[in-house]
């Protein structure tokens, strides 16, 4: 192998990746409200239930249901970390997933989830209880300061919705305000 070669070989490896994406990496776990600790029962008549299901470290994934719609948090891992109950306006559910982990440094600072979630075409054509046939991958920041939606990417519209959903995580969750930053929809719809 000549020099050039070997010169050219080396910078593609140690080339930077996105501006975003340096030091950031993967972790995945699934869980199934099924097999999760369902939790007491609320005095809520809408209430649907709640479940804490495994997660990554000490970060448990707390699933909660209320008039037919999700929320998904992530609790556990700081005192401020609040479970917020953040949902769509349109009837969805998550009662079992993967969540792709977003960490720096080893410690996680988002998340990927992927819901289904009721399109207008649901709506107009049921007849009763009908699946969402919506997919919407939901990125959520973690740590210090809350926790809550930072953007979505529609998974059905976009066939690099898990890069773009990588994009808005490594851009823009760490340095996300909840409750005062808007959360984001990055490609198609």
């Known amino acids: 192998m000549g020099l ?5 070989v080396a910078a593609t490896i140690l080339a930077p990746g996105p501006a975003g994406a340096v030091g950031q990496t993967s972790v995945y776990t699934d869980f199934d409200s099924r097999t999760c600790r369902k939790l007491p029962e609320s005095n809520e008549p809408e209430d649907g239930g709640s479940w804490l299901c495994p997660g990554h470290g000490k970060i448990k994934v707390k699933l909660e249901v209320a008039d037919q719609r999700m929320a998904v948090s992530f609790v556990g891992g700081s005192k401020d970390e609040g479970a917020k109950f953040e949902t769509f306006p349109a009837f969805n559910d998550v009662y079992s997933g993967r969540v792709e982990w977003r960490l720096k440094a080893g410690t996680a600072f988002a998340t990927i989830l992927r819901w289904n979630v009721m399109t207008q075409k649901d709506i107009e054509i049921a007849t009763g209880p009908t699946k ?3 997919r919407v991958l939901v990125v959520t920041r973690l740590g210090p300061g809350g926790s809550c939606h930072v953007g979505y990417v529609d998974a059905l519209a976009n ?13 823009k969750a760490q340095g996300f305000k909840c409750g005062t930053d808007k959360a984001e929809i ?3 719809r």
């Not at 050039?4 to 050219?8: D, G, R, S, W």
């Open 4 to 8: 050039p070669l070997v010169l050219a």
């Open 159 to 171: 066939p690099d919705a898990n890069e773009l959903a990588r994009k808005i995580a490594d851009e």
């Open 186 to 188: 990055l490609g198609n």
């Open 132 to 134: 969402p046939s919506g």
